[in-house]
């Protein structure tokens, strides 16, 4: 992989797109974009810009610009450290905005639009022409990100891979959600994650935290442990736990996986799209498909303390022993083998749609392509235990229920 060859090429790809596809996708992916015409049609006022500058999913600088509407103009950069909370929003929509074109490295000029959101004002594809400061910037940028992946692919290390899905408890027949902040603490191995609605936090979703290995039966064992360890301390067992995308309208939940040991770059993110994030919404029940795009859009990552990354666009893989195994042996594969794994079907605007909105049949045909170079990997043998039955799962066009119970199918007996 040459990190400045693949920036030139994807700049190409970018150009051919039409006017139209940019903002069909960008609208998908649940982008805001201001149109010129819209522009035009304004009143004079106060507007807050940031102009973003993006190499490697990394924004190397953010520069505020305050204008009066009046031919007045305040011009500031923001500090990464000083401003982190408002740096990191402003870095992730520029990130998700060109990557969701494809891009993993450009300028983005974005617009304050009222409740903390921003609105895509313009894209520059190709920021670093030229023999300018920022052309330095990101050539220096390239150049780490390649030395990174030279030294990888060298080596041949085996990526850690750690876990954080999410379930809900379910009062029946009402299907009244039960806060699992009740009886789970916000930290441990087994603990409660937050949503704010209405301008409240509050904490209704269980989160299994297991610790991480670079061992798929390792991780999966944690896991049962962390399992157990929540029907332990979850005490009312008339509760019922379903898990997926959306098993319960309004509240998404999600299936992050944590990888360590290999850099993160748009390549691995775009293969983790293509080999499990679209096989996973083909299988996916229907009704999960409303987590998207506010939740669980391509490319949705984070990174963390650690080092490493957080994959964030899979639901909850905890509907099925079979569906979590196979999550975890397909995301240890494509993480040790994704520079063999060449398709891209989400480049496709049918497939790229088909996600968004969950049509199984636009999805279907492009499916066993996918699983094929996933099993002639040279790697697929380590991973096939756990692999194979979501494979085969996959292949016969199955899709999951989330309206069931998990402790069913993983065998949790109340206070295990």
Request: proline share 5%; glycine share 8%.
């Amino acid at each position: 992989m040459n990190v400045m060859e693949e920036a030139e090429q994807a700049v190409r790809r970018y150009e051919r797109m039409s006017a139209g596809e940019r903002a069909g996708r960008l609208e998908r992916a649940g982008i805001e974009v201001l149109a010129s015409r819209d522009r035009q049609k304004r009143e004079p006022g106060l507007r807050v810009r940031y102009d973003v500058e993006i190499c490697c999913l990394y924004a190397l600088r953010i520069k505020r610009r305050d204008t009066s509407g009046m031919g007045g103009a305040q011009d500031s950069v923001l500090d990464r450290e000083a401003a982190s909370t408002l740096f990191k929003r402003i870095e992730r929509l520029a990130v998700k905005t060109l990557y969701t074109l494809g891009l993993d490295h450009g300028a983005v000029r974005l617009e304050a639009s009222g409740k903390k959101g921003c609105t895509v004002v313009s894209i520059d594809p190709r920021p670093w022409k030229g023999m300018t400061d920022l052309s330095v910037m990101y050539r220096e940028g390239w150049k780490q990100l390649q030395s990174q992946l030279d030294e990888e692919s060298q080596n041949k290390v085996t990526p850690v891979l750690g876990m954080d899905p999410e379930f809900l408890l379910v009062q029946m027949p009402e299907s009244k959600i039960i806060p699992a902040s009740r009886f789970l603490g916000r930290t441990g191995m087994v603990g409660c994650d937050s949503v704010t609605i209405g301008g409240r936090r509050i904490y209704p979703v269980a989160e299994l935290r297991p610790a991480p290995s670079s061992e798929p039966r390792e991780l999966l064992t944690h896991l049962l442990r962390a399992f157990n360890l929540a029907s332990r301390s979850i005490t009312d067992h008339s509760l019922i736990w379903q898990a997926g995308g959306m098993p319960q309208r309004g509240l998404p939940l999600g299936g992050h996986v944590h990888f360590s040991g290999v850099t993160l770059n748009g390549d691995l993110l775009r293969v983790l799209d293509n080999y499990l994030a679209l096989p996973l919404a083909f299988l996916q029940d229907p009704r999960g498909s409303g987590r998207r795009p506010r939740y669980g859009s391509l490319g949705d990552f984070r990174l963390k303390h650690y080092g490493g990354f957080e994959y964030r666009t899979l639901p909850s893989f905890l509907i099925s022993p079979l569906v979590a195994k196979g999550v975890v042996a397909l995301a240890g594969l494509i993480a040790a083998s994704y520079t063999s794994l060449p398709l891209r079907p989400l480049m496709n605007t049918t497939v790229h749609a088909a996600f968004y909105e969950g049509d199984r049949e636009r999805m279907k045909e492009y499916i066993p392509a996918l699983l094929d170079d996933l099993v002639r990997l040279e790697d697929y043998a380590r991973y096939e235990k756990y692999a194979a039955p979501l494979i085969r799962h996959l292949r016969e066009g199955k899709t999951w229920d989330e309206s069931r119970d998990i402790r069913k199918v993983w065998n949790i007996r109340a206070g295990s």
